[in-house]
């Protein structure tokens, strides 16, 4: 058997690997990439467009977070200032 070997069906694709030519790792980061690419592409949209997204999305949550996560910072700096 080849290190990667493609087979082609009426409906779908086959890859096989093998074990020690790739880690189960980079296989699953590989089809993550393949999932996201497919869901970019439904959404009709560039990857400026998703990071602008996430962006957002960040922004959002620390605007409704940034008094907890602040309070918490604060909380640990008293604990080790008393520690030294």
Request: hydrophobic residues 35%; without cysteine; proline residues 0%.
């Amino acid at each position: 058997m080849e290190n990667l070997v493609l087979k082609e069906t009426e409906t779908e694709y086959i890859v096989s690997f093998k074990k020690d030519y790739i880690s189960e790792q980079d296989v699953l980061d590989t089809i993550n990439k393949i999932r996201l690419k497919k869901l970019m592409h439904k959404i009709n949209a560039d990857e400026t467009a998703m990071e602008e997204l996430a962006e957002e999305i960040k922004q959002e949550w620390w605007d409704k977070n940034e008094h907890w996560v602040m309070d918490k910072v604060k909380k640990g700096e008293e604990e080790f200032n008393r520690g030294l």
